[in-house]
């Protein structure tokens, strides 16, 4: 059984910067890819960015330049390193990690299998 769990969230003002770590526990692949996902009150949830194992990466155009997804050294984590935050990405950040849908499918949530329970972020302008 594979649980994802999310951290680093919390409260910052605009212009500053957070870093989310995703840290999955049992027998997850090493060939999974990972996605960071929020949703803001009142919207549906949004991919936002997304790594494979091969380490390529993939933005929504809303953080790109601003956010950096990476993997752990042993691909059994993940991290969100959010800079130049906005009033915008306030929401509730969540981390993902599947194995069998296509890549171009990867900024979707029906291409990830396992899902960790959220993090908040809030942006104070």
């Known amino acids: 059984q594979v649980q994802l769990v999310e951290s680093g969230g919390g409260a910052v003002q605009a212009g500053g910067s957070l870093r989310l770590t995703c840290t999955a526990s049992?027998?997850?692949?090493?060939?999974?890819?990972w996605g960071w996902f929020r949703q803001a009150p009142g919207k549906g949830r949004e991919g936002i960015a997304q790594?494979?194992?091969?380490?390529?990466?993939y933005y929504a155009d809303s953080v790109k330049d601003r956010f950096t997804i990476s993997q752990g050294a042993a691909k059994k984590s993940a991290h969100l390193q959010m800079n130049r935050l906005r009033s915008d990405d306030s929401a509730i950040y969540y981390c993902?990690?599947?194995?069998?849908?296509?890549?171009?499918?990867?900024?979707?949530?029906?291409?990830?299998?396992?899902w960790g329970q959220g993090t908040q972020v809030t942006v104070s302008s």
């Open positions: 049992g027998d997850l692949d090493t060939r999974s890819y």
């Open positions: 790594i494979n194992s091969d380490g390529s990466t």
């Open positions: 993902a990690a599947g194995l069998t849908s296509p890549i171009w499918t990867r900024l979707q949530s029906s291409a990830y299998n396992f």
